[in-house]
Structures are given as structure tokens and as C-alpha cells.
């Protein structure tokens, strides 16, 4: 399968403190996406990439930013975290067509306390 | 009103049954969809593509897309306890960059 690194797996942190979340890819993807997963609500999309330097918000961007300054890094920052952003995140990646399918990482439990 | 509606569930069935998934879409542009399988604790994994009206079928699945309403449905046949996961669709919207957004996912129970 696609090479999608998470890091950290699990990260326990204190409300008020930014966090970042890394997603590597060694598959030279074009389009990286950040999602979080909260019982009741699926996949929820916070900001995904099209590009080196372009992103865009999803559904849930409050709270939250990313970065792309590489093809194979994508992070996603929360500037302060709050116990409402505990979750588990996964990162996608995609190749370079609409029809193709998402790659995922094996996730990353956070939790704000 | 959510951009992509499923029944939560749980949807139980016996084995060997039909088990039926629905998914319903707001944005008129869009023009594939997909669904996912997760197993808990794990990562979603694709199991079927569709991007024409009609049927689509796969082994023991079947993905039936009607643009003019507006839905996608799954059809699971002879399910299985392995079966037994939560099914998320997919839908890429047309006002971005493969912005792909999920539904809320259906969770499907087949039991012996």
C-alpha cells in the first residue's frame, strides 16, 4: 500500500497548547488530505492540498491550519488546542485524479485534556 | 442539511442475507462517489467506485447510482459476519480541488 506516515500516533496534550500533526507520503502524491473521526460523524474534512502551497478549507477548519511546503509533508497545526478537538485524525493521500481512490494513514489518537 | 447523508444504524441482518446501504448527496456537480469500509480501530479501505447511472458490481457487492435523485447505494449480498464494519460514502464536490467529503457512515451488523 501507499507510504502514509502519522506522527505522533497518540498525543496526549493540555488545552492552550498547540499541537502539530506531521503526514509524510512517499508516493508523490498530488492531493493530501486531513480528516478527523468522531463517533457519530465520519470523516469529517479540515483542510486538504492540491498542490505545494495550495490548500483549502473543508467542513470543520475552525480551530485548525495546515502547511505543504514539500509534496511528501503535509501538517496540520491547532494554534490552541481544546478538549472539543479531541479526536482520532487521519491523514489521505490521493493521486492526481478525482477518480482515484484515498490512501490513509494509520491515524493519530489526540486527546486535550 | 448535511452534503452527504447515511443512516448511522446499526443496520443488522442474518447471514447470507441482502444488506442494503443508502447515501444521498446535496451537490448536483458531483460526478463520482465511492464507498469506503472500516473495520474499528482501523483505516477506511475503498471497496467500490462509481461515476455512471446504473449498477455497478463487484463480487458480492453492487453500487447503484441514480444522479437525478440524487443517491448511491450499496448492496452487500450473502453478507457475512467479516461484513460487519461501518460503510462511509464518499463524494468529491465540484466547487474545489477534489474536495472529498464523507457521510457519517452506516454500521453494518451481520449475524450468524
Known amino acids: 500500500d501507499a507510504g502514509i506516515t502519522q506522527s505522533p500516533r497518540h498525543k496526549v496534550t493540555e488545552t492552550g497548547t498547540p499541537v502539530t500533526l506531521r503526514c509524510h507520503q512517499t508516493?508523490?502524491?498530488?492531493?493530501m488530505y486531513w480528516y478527523r473521526q468522531d463517533p457519530g460523524h465520519g470523516l469529517r474534512l479540515i483542510h486538504y492540498?492540491?498542490?505545494?502551497?495550495?490548500?483549502d478549507k473543508g467542513e470543520v477548519s475552525d480551530g485548525y491550519s495546515v502547511s505543504r511546503s514539500k509534496t511528501e509533508d503535509f501538517l496540520l497545526t491547532l494554534e490552541s488546542a481544546t478538549s472539543s478537538q479531541t479526536s482520532v485524525y487521519f491523514c489521505?493521500?490521493?493521486?492526481?485524479?478525482?477518480?482515484?481512490?484515498?490512501?490513509f494513514g494509520s491515524g493519530t489518537q489526540l486527546s486535550v485534556l | 442539511q448535511k452534503e452527504v447523508e447515511q443512516n448511522s444504524g446499526p443496520l443488522s441482518v442474518p447471514e447470507g442475507a441482502i444488506a442494503s446501504l443508502n447515501c444521498t448527496y446535496s451537490?448536483?456537480?458531483?460526478?463520482?462517489f465511492f464507498w469506503y469500509r472500516q473495520y474499528s480501530g482501523k483505516s477506511p479501505e475503498l471497496i467500490m467506485f462509481?461515476?455512471?447511472?446504473g449498477d455497478k458490481e463487484d463480487g458480492r457487492f453492487t453500487a447503484q447510482l441514480n444522479k437525478a435523485s440524487q443517491y448511491v447505494s450499496l448492496l452487500i449480498r450473502d453478507s457475512q459476519p467479516s461484513d460487519s464494519a461501518t460503510y462511509l460514502c464518499?463524494?468529491?464536490?465540484?466547487?474545489?480541488?477534489?474536495?472529498?467529503?464523507f457521510g457519517a457512515g452506516t454500521r453494518l451488523a451481520v449475524h450468524p
Open positions: 489521505a493521500t490521493q493521486s492526481g485524479s478525482a477518480n482515484e481512490k484515498l490512501f
Open positions: 508516493e508523490n502524491h498530488r492531493y
Open positions: 492540498s492540491y498542490g505545494v502551497k495550495d490548500t
Open positions: 451537490d448536483r456537480g458531483s460526478q463520482s
Open positions: 462509481i461515476y455512471s447511472n
Open positions: 464518499a463524494v468529491p464536490f465540484s466547487g474545489g480541488y477534489n474536495k472529498l467529503i
